[in-house]
């Protein structure tokens, strides 16, 4: 089980949670463009698989074995590139803080003039 937060900058927009392959969202907006899932209201295991992998590198990358080496990570695994990564992009202040973790926007946040 473990849960996490879906944030934009330092706004939690929803919170999930994972236990096995059952997923429950609460979301905090009514704007499906902030939401982590969209309109979907029950997102399904692979809901989730599918947004930390729209927030990661693309598996195909040029030089993707070299980023995943420099994470110490050995293959390819969105998970865990995300849990290194917090799923940040360079196009949006969207992120994801895990319940384990004490971090906000200014610690995760790769392009400091967002």
């Known amino acids: ?4 937060e879906y944030l934009d900058k330092d706004t939690v927009l929803a919170k ?7 997923v429950v969202v609460e979301n905090y907006t009514n ?10 209201e029950n997102p399904t295991i692979d809901n989730v698989k599918e947004l930390f992998l729209e927030r990661c590198f693309p598996e195909t990358r040029v030089n993707a074995k070299q980023i995943l080496r420099s ?10 590139i995300i ?3 917090h799923g940040v992009l360079i196009e949006d202040c969207y992120w994801i ?10 610690d995760v946040n790769c392009v400091r003039n967002f």
């Not at 089980?1 to 996490?4: C, G, L």
């Not at 704007?31 to 979907?40: A, E, L, Q, T």
């Not at 803080?97 to 200014?106: I, P, Y």
């Open 83 to 85: 849990r290194k990564t």
């Open 31 to 40: 704007d499906v463009i902030d939401r982590p899932f969209g309109n979907c």
């Open 97 to 106: 803080r895990f319940s384990d973790e004490d971090v906000c926007w200014k």
């Open 71 to 80: 994470m110490g990570i050995d293959y390819y695994d969105p998970y865990r």
């Open 16 to 22: 999930v949670y994972i236990d096995g392959d059952t």
């Open 1 to 4: 089980m473990y849960s996490f």
